[in-house]
């Protein structure tokens, strides 16, 4: 296992979830909490993305949301870092193949998977990691040692999502009909409590609320999730209250 002080200081960290990295109650890795204290310890920013959202809190002040600049401006910064650690994800279209579009082509990258044949999938990888997603988080936050100090390149990236944010702000304001996407998700997002589950679909709509909503909590269901119950959002959504009899769903 490479040691994180042969790792540049200043990476972002790019984790998504392939079946190696998601919590209970799926039956993966439950790797959240291992994925918590690397992040805190190395002072490392992150970006989830599919089964991964939730998995470490969009309210953590490490966490930076979805991790497509389609769908979120403050993941373009991952195109200018020169390391990114990707755990238990396929370099697949939704990494943009590896392309320079999401990374710099001089960039290093780390990956970290069950799946030996993941690695230099469409992108060679400089370091790759074939383990367990939790066992490797957690063998490099206790290499780490004491914690790291944060780099200036993590505020900047608080700056670069308040300024994203501000962006919607003429779309959620808006008294158009029929309704802006941006002002509907402002409506939910003012009404949705810690005990509600969200399940959106309809065609290409699910980018709004996927862009615009935070996930604080796993599971965050929309219907790409393909171990759902049924294909409407009214099935998923019986799926899932047969699964979590106390949460509201909306």
Not at 69 to 79: I, R, V
Not at 85 to 112: E, N, W
Not at 150 to 177: H, I, T, Y
Not at 197 to 217: I, K, N, S
Request: glycine share 6%; hydrophobic share 45%; with cysteine.
């Amino acid at each position: 296992m490479p040691k994180p002080w042969d790792w540049p200081r200043n990476p972002p960290l790019w984790l998504d979830c392939g079946p190696a990295v998601s919590p209970l109650p799926w039956p993966w890795a439950g790797a959240g909490e291992a994925l918590r204290r690397f992040v805190e310890a190395t002072a490392t920013p992150a970006f989830t993305i599919d089964l991964a959202r939730g998995l470490l809190s969009d309210a953590h002040p490490l966490c930076f949301g979805y991790a497509d600049a389609n769908q979120n401006a403050t993941a373009g910064a991952l195109a200018q870092a020169d390391f990114v650690l990707i755990v238990g994800k396929r370099v697949d279209f939704r990494l943009g193949f590896g392309s320079p579009r999401v990374f710099h082509p001089d960039a290093t990258l780390a990956q970290v998977d069950i799946r030996a044949e993941e690695f230099g999938r469409n992108r060679p990888v400089q370091i790759p990691v074939l383990a367990d997603a939790r066992a490797a988080l957690e063998g490099f936050t206790a290499e780490a040692g004491r914690a790291w100090p944060e780099k200036p390149w993590v505020e900047s990236l608080r700056q670069r999502r308040a300024e994203w944010r501000e962006s919607w702000r003429a779309g959620e304001r808006s008294d158009e009909s029929p309704i802006h996407p941006l002002r509907l998700c402002r409506e939910v997002r003012e009404l949705i409590s810690d005990d509600m589950v969200l399940v959106f679909d309809g065609g290409d709509w699910p980018q709004w609320p996927r862009m615009t909503l935070e996930a604080l909590y796993v599971p965050v269901v929309d219907t790409k999730v393909e171990i759902m119950e049924g294909d409407t959002p009214e099935e998923q959504a019986l799926a899932l209250a047969r699964r979590l009899k106390e949460a509201k769903l909306i």
